[in-house]
């Protein structure tokens, strides 16, 4: 229930004339910034109490009481607490100083509880499916744009992690994103782990030998040394590999972690790693060409590599097959694309406050199809119009992101209804 007061609060939807518990007049000049980690709720908010101005921060229960409940009269954090809101005042409460807390009662319409429970406690997926449709398009829209950037800036959150841990080296944190999404869901996270375990700067060493290049991968998969094949490829990469492990004293992986259950052959983790092996070994410097690359059709060009000669005729080490080329497909170039290159665009773009790059990340999402996946497919059955990857990707923030947790209150399409 506290999420309605915060949403109360957030877009004033209070009763006029909110006094204080003492009968003081309260004017809300501003309501403040939504706090999302410790700490009060809101952040610099602004109101004035009688004749006094006050500025600092507003703490938000259902009852006075809650406020002791949650140890805030013993913690600094809640010293610049300007205002408690509740929904009834029961107790005084102070802040850590022994400060008395000015308090006030917010009541708000019957019909924002009764959309909250029907939304909250709906047996659908997406709660508001059945009105969906009558949403004015230009909500609807802006909504889809806001959550885009959502969406953009939460992979960005990754990104810069991974950034603190390479000393802001971007081909680095390149190489591990885009191996993460080599990965393709599935095995994305054992991907991420492949290249965390296998340093860019040992692949570079080798220079033009694709096959060392693919001997390093296989190898920190840990398959070289669980298969039992005995072709000639096989084995000259377990040869290679047995000498650069040593050389570099790498640690390999446990192959299990690699699925391929219930795969299409051509996406099998092998062959995906034998392409990831071809697009390092023709293209160095990968994450300076992206940013150096003004058009969507540019990347798709360096990113369109086939797997070396043995994949041709092959979909595993143990798995032979009639010859057919390996490119990485339009479709997975697109996920690449989407996953890869536009949210380190976009963070890149911020990071050195250029507008031209954080605009090129959004036009590459505009400029290709919308993704084809179980959310994508349930909003197009409630006529949710997917134009685009930026309109796919905004559908699974909001999907992920509120849908789910039942944050409708916070969603606009929850907003409007």
């Known amino acids: 229930m506290e999420d309605i007061l915060h949403y109360v609060w957030k877009f004033r ?53 809650e406020w002791v409940k949650h140890k805030h009269h013993t913690s600094k954090n809640y010293n610049s607490v300007i205002l408690h809101v509740v929904e009834k005042a029961n107790c005084e409460v102070f802040n850590e100083l022994g400060q008395p807390i000015i308090q006030c009662e917010i009541t708000y319409p019957e ?105 390093l991968l296989f190898g920190q998969t840990g398959i070289l040394d669980n298969l039992k094949v005995k072709d000639d490829y096989f084995l000259l990469l377990k040869k290679e590999y047995e000498f650069l492990k040593n050389k570099y004293d790498l640690k390999p992986l446990e192959s299990y972690i690699f699925k391929s259950l219930r795969m299409r052959p051509t996406a099998f983790p092998q062959i995906r790693i034998a392409q990831l092996a071809a697009l390092l070994h023709s293209s160095h410097g990968l994450f300076s060409k992206i940013t150096a690359s003004e058009d969507v059709e540019r990347i798709r060009l ?74 994508t497919k349930r909003f197009e059955k409630l006529k949710m119009p997917l134009r685009n990857a930026a309109d796919s990707q905004a559908i699974i923030q909001l999907k992920r992101e509120y849908c789910e947790p039942r944050k409708c209150l916070f969603c606009r399409i929850g907003h409007q209804l």
């Not at 109490?49 to 006075?64: F, L, P, Q, V, Y």
């Not at 939304?119 to 499916?129: A, E, F, Q, R």
């Not at 960005?156 to 080296?169: M, V």
């Open 302 to 375: 360096i990113f369109h590599v086939n797997a070396s000669e043995y994949w041709q005729t092959h979909f595993a080490f143990d798995a032979t097959s009639e010859r057919k080329s390996k490119y990485i497909g339009d479709s997975s170039l697109d996920i690449i694309i989407i996953n890869t290159v536009a949210p380190i665009l976009f963070l890149y773009g911020k990071s050195i406050d250029s507008e031209v790059h954080c605009e090129r990340a959004l036009r590459f999402l505009e400029l290709l199809k919308p993704e084809k996946n179980s959310i």
């Open 13 to 65: 939807l209070f009763q006029k004339g909110l006094t204080t518990n003492s009968g003081q007049p309260i004017e809300v000049i501003d309501v403040g910034l939504p706090n999302t980690d410790e700490g009060p709720d809101f952040f610099n908010a602004k109101v004035k109490i009688g004749d006094k101005m006050w500025a600092g921060n507003i703490e938000i229960h259902r009852t006075s009481d």
């Open 111 to 215: 019909q924002i509880k009764e959309n909250y429970e029907f939304l909250i406690h709906s047996n659908t997926d997406i709660p508001c499916c059945n009105h969906i449709p009558s949403i004015n398009s230009f909500h609807l829209n802006s909504w889809m744009n806001a959550l885009l950037i959502e969406r953009l800036e939460r992979k960005a959150n990754h990104i810069q992690e991974l950034l603190e841990r390479y000393n802001n080296s971007w081909e680095d944190v390149f190489y591990v994103i885009l191996s993460r999404n080599f990965g393709f869901g599935l095995n994305s996270d054992s991907f991420e782990r492949l290249a965390l375990s296998l340093p860019l700067k040992y692949i570079q060493k080798q220079g033009d030998n694709l096959i060392q290049i693919e001997a």
